[in-house]
T-cell receptor, first 111, second 116 residues
Framework: EDKVVQSPLSLVVHEGDTVTLNCSYE??????LLWYKQEKKAPTFLFML????IEKKSGRLSSILDKKELFSILNITATQTGDSAIYLC???????????FGTGTRLTIIP | GAVVSQHPSWVICKSGTSVKIECRSL??????MFWYRQFPKQSLMLMAT?????????EQGVEKDKFLINHASLTLSTLTVTSAHPEDSSFYIC????????????FGPGTRLTVT
């Protein structure tokens, strides 16, 4: 059975801190790993990672994939209160296009 | 671009009634749409995959006679919760994949269903 596990489940930090969120996976026929941010409604897309070792960056957010060790990290630097959300990691499988989501990490930024 | 809408955004219905939720891709054509359910403080669970013009594929444990999915066009899929029960109360989210062949899924804003 395909499995995606995120850690920590929740994290509370002060504004300005840097955080690292983890996502590990055990799936057959891996295609890509995606990161989403979910506030009150549906998830919004952050990154799609397909190749190992290539960092993707968008402002204060960055992410990288390690296909040998089967994990990805999402880094957020200089956190702001607007970064408070649930961050979801999902794995896309070859052949059926389905996304398998992890449990999510609830990030809370204290002003 | 790549906007997906859902209607209604929230609905309250009585136990035993049916509720239809629409998912539309507004500025692109979607070969495939996905329906997810999310319970409070839990992650998204895929319910079914629907392809335009064919029957939906349901995940294990999801009753296809209870959750009817229709994908009549490249921009519209509907989920009908039949004979709703309070345990069906949840946040239902759809996503759509473009015909252009990228694997990214674009999510709708979700529909919160409460069954009383």
């Amino acid at each position: 059975e395909d499995k995606v596990v995120q850690s920590p489940l929740s994290l509370v930090v002060h504004e300005g801190d840097t955080v690292t969120l983890n996502c590990s996976y055990e799936v057959t026929n891996f295609r890509s790993l995606l990161w989403y941010k979910q506030e009150k409604k549906a998830p919004t897309f952050l990154f799609m990672l397909t190749s190992s070792g290539i960092e993707k960056k968008s402002g204060r957010l960055s992410s990288i994939l390690d296909k040998k060790e089967l994990f990805s990290i999402l880094n957020i630097t200089a956190t702001q209160t607007g970064d408070s959300a649930i961050y979801l990691c999902a794995v896309l499988i070859f052949g059926n296009e389905k996304l398998t989501f992890g449990t999510g990490t609830r990030l809370t930024i204290i002003p | 671009g790549a906007v997906v809408s859902q209607h209604p955004s929230w609905v309250i219905c009585k136990s035993g009634t049916s509720v239809k939720i629409e998912c539309r891709s507004l500025d692109f054509q979607a070969t495939t749409m996905f329906w997810y359910r999310q319970f409070p403080k839990q992650s998204l669970m895929l319910m079914a995959t629907s392809n335009e013009g064919s029957k939906a594929t349901y995940e294990q444990g999801v009753e296809k006679d209870k959750f009817l999915i229709n994908h009549a066009s490249l921009t519209l899929s509907t989920l009908t919760v039949t004979s709703a029960h309070p345990e069906d109360s949840s946040f239902y989210i759809c996503s759509a994949r473009s015909v252009l062949g990228t694997y990214e899924q674009y999510f709708g804003p979700g529909t919160r269903l409460t069954v009383t």
